[in-house]
């Protein structure tokens, strides 16, 4: 296993440094710096202005090749930076993105961390009922309810959502953020129930077509014939062997829930990393934006990984080798 | 079997059923019921809630430049001067100044203004005053701070947007050059805090620190709107500790996030991407001295005629300010911003455009919301509207001679301003007939361009006389082709864009839109590559030069990438502004304002369009309320009366709570359904 893990780790590598120079080819070469600080500064910053700008974030030195150093490059300075972490400052208003990343995080995972629990707890509950009553009106209904959710655009649950739910029964804030305890919830809750009715429909589907195949193994009827009663033969028998796929679909999402939900924070005016990539998106912030890129790269690599390793806890018969 | 299956599936349908409630009664019940965005706590306190879309940029006053930018820094630094609250047309008043100063000719032809600011000023509380270990914690505002302000409007790393405006002052460039030159010189040099690099290169000549309270500033030439640009944030006192102390250096604020001024409020909180609070500022001069009973300071006692009649006279000679707070909340999309205000929980927000005919029935609201206690707040903007004509162009512009101005006169004459406000500002705004829009000194309401009366008969006629007989080219015996450029590309513009396309379609011409964005659209006018096009100005202060400055030779955009977006260029007009600009307002600057307008009325290098008119919504526990049309700071003078603002809030918002309870009957009910359903198929089976 821990050569199947080294093994995945250097290819991770590889494919990291490949984004990283996709990175750089994108924002460095397309747009030149002399573009990005007239963007920061305006057209009518002077050109002293602007070599100092360029100065300050590094932006000054030969982009691929320098004879003289060929460690000096703003090549060299990128791979560095992502490496070590050292992400520089925003191109922006150079505020230090580390300062923006950590300001963001916590309200992000405010809403994706509930959002992806429930969602775990509610899609796989209904699925797993769905699948026991097949063929039941509640196994119709909630398969006709799940097609229905999953085909409204996320933007209309938004705006119904606020307009139904915020303006005219008046349950919660129809917008806006406060982290302080007390009234955290409250703006949550809508952002969190209208993520639910977007994403569960989906994974419900999911899940109860997992369930359906396993329910229909041999082994669970020679559960049955040995005595087991239904609830432990979904729970120990049907759930944990679908736990695989069921994983694969989750553990790829968590990484996820630190970059935030980019649609839901902008439209509700929560400050987290989503909202900050769209207002570097806005602002021309291509510092900011390589950084959200590569750290969604790196993300998803660890989320593929960690769903390799959480196969072999899942299932004691896989091997990683 | 059967007794057992049953069981687990009551088992299945419970943990189902609840495991879709817990959400939704935590959700829709426990956590929240409530639409409130704000502690309980703030119901009683005087604390204004308004609504921002975009963030900041910036809140250095020497940069900062977009509205959301000024409302802040404007509220946060105070000016030397600023604007008499009340009164139209606009007027000076001191505010740390001492007194507005007057314009001191010298012999060389330059001109002095004397500053002296008000003893005992304080900045706001803040540990940057620390810097030199005294542990103090505020200091009086210095002349030498205004200075210092100039010097970095000057200083080229700061970037101010404003270096145009003060190159006037003498030997402002020959500052920003020696400073630059120093820095590329000397590493040591550029590594000193700025306030000593200023200092080392001898400071700005024309900008003199003559004692502790008096600094005196020195043009090369007349240039009386001067004055207007001190009762901007962008020469606010700054003081150099908080640009020593904020460099964002070594877990440091940015002086970017972290302004130090001395105006009536501080920035208490500044979540950019969601939420900025500004509190009231005790140390503020008005505040600690309200003996002074300084005009920045107390409520005004003196306005335009019907102010008392509308109330705005009731707080005469009270102390400023009235609010604790001042809660700036973000919210992206309009319309949420909008059903907030709805609900009380914003204090005043712009009229969004679908609620418009619900609202507003003949330009005045609608009687329900009246009785809900809105009110709404009409504002002409000191700004215009103008479709421009590229006057170096051979078709259109002043080299055709006069069949370009008569084919200029005749597009003009096709355009109907009032019709466009109705189709597409919901009739917000006035026609325009000159530059020159309402408030501004110079405007005369009953000028009528006869250039700008929609009539396409004459226009038609106007037509023949540029040799365009039915709009006919010539040449080619088709209509004659014209292109307009312009920079937006969503369905609305283009729509609007449309709307003059088939007003000059109908006088026989054929007008394209060339569709581009912004800054390809910069790039056409920077290299001259266009015909017509639609454009905005918004006033920075309230004097006809920043509006007549815009068609002014010298500043051609393709010539000199100045704002004279049409290079208009006419050796008489550019003599009459170079007089009028140089002038104080008075009978003979009137007149030459009024030659010049019969010059841009014959020549028509514009047809201005419209003067955009503002719609604010407020509630009428909001007073004092008078919207100014210049982006100019006024939190300071609002007053609000937060009793009943809460028990209207509580009267909108009280949540209905049985869909829930019906949601979750229905629920529960649908599981017992499903279970005896599948109850009753066991038992067959």
Known sequence: ?321 | MIRRRRATFHRLTRLSVVRMAVPLLVLGLGGGCTNNPYPDADETAKVLYVAFSSPPKTLDPQVSYTVIDHAVTGNVFDTLLEYAYLERPYRLIPALAAAVPQAQPRADGRVAYRFTLRADALYQRDACFGIDGSGRTTRPVAAADIAFSLARIADPLVGSPVVDTFERLHGFKEFSQRLLAARNADAAFAALRPDQQYARVGGIDGVRVLDAQTVEVELDAPYPQILYWFAMPFTAPMAWEAVATYDGRNGRDNLADHPVGAGPFRLARYDRLSRIVLARNDDWYGIRHPEWQAPGAVYPSTGEPGDAADGLLAAAGRPLPFLERIEFRRDPEQVPAFIKFMQGYYDTAPILRESFDRLVHAGALAPEQVARGMELEKTITAGVYYLGFNMDDATVGGAAGEPGRALRQAMSLAVDADEFLRLFANGRGLAAQSPLPPGIFGYDPSYRNPWRVADPAAAAARLVDAGYPGGIDPKTGKPLRLTFDVYDTSARGLLQFQFFVEAWKRIGLDVQVAASDYNRFQEKVRSGAYQVFLWGWVADYPDPENFLFLLYGPMSRTASGGPNTANFADPRYDALFLRMRAMENGPERLALIDEMQRILEREAPWIPVYYPEDYALQFGWLANVKTPSLSLPYYKYLDLAPAPRAARRAEWNHPIRWPAVALLAALVAAGGIASRRRRAGEVAS
């Open chain 1, 1 to 321: 296993m821990l050569a199947y893990l080294a093994r995945r780790v250097a290819w991770s590598l590889a494919t990291l440094f490949g984004v990283m120079l996709l990175l750089f080819a994108l924002f460095f070469l397309v747009a030149t710096p002399d573009d990005v600080a007239r963007k920061a500064l305006g057209d009518k910053a002077m050109p002293e202005a602007i070599a100092q700008w360029k100065a300050n974030h590094g932006y000054d030195k030969p982009r691929v090749w320098n004879a003289a150093a060929p460690l000096d490059t703003m090549l060299v300075d990128h791979l560095r930076r992502l490496l070590t972490f050292d992400f520089g400052r925003s191109d922006a208003d150079d505020t230090p993105i580390i300062d923006r990343l950590r300001a963001g995080l916590g309200p992000s995972l405010s809403l994706t961390v509930p959002l992806f629990l429930l969602g775990v707890l509610a899609s796989i509950g209904l699925a797993l009922t769905a699948a026991y009553l097949q063929g039941s009106w509640f196994d119709r209904s909630t398969l006709i309810a799940c097609v229905l959710l999953m085909s409204v655009s996320l933007l209309l649950y938004i705006v119904a959502g606020q307009y139904v739910l915020g303006k005219v029964l008046r349950w919660f804030p129809i917008s806006g953020f406060d982290p302080t305890p007390a009234v955290i919830a409250r703006f949550l809750a809508l952002p969190v129930l209208i993520g639910l009715a977007a994403n569960t429909g989906q994974d419900t589907l999911f899940y109860r077509t997992l369930f359906l195949d396993e329910r229909s193994r041999e082994y669970v009827r020679t559960a049955y014939a040995k005595g087991c009663s239904p609830a432990q033969v979904m729970r120990r028998h049907v759930l944990r062997n679908t736990l695989i796929p069921i994983l694969t679909d989750l553990v790829i999402e968590i990484p996820f829930l630190f970059t935030g939900a980019i649609v839901l924070e902008s439209f509700f005016g929560i400050p987290g990393l989503g909202a900050m990539t769209v207002e570097a998106m806005q602002g021309n912030d291509f510092a900011t934006l390589r950084v959200m890129v590569f750290i969604g790269s790196l993300l998803f690599i660890a989320g593929q990984l960690m769903t390799d390793i959480a196969y072999t806890l899942a299932d004691p018969r896989v091997r990683l080798e």
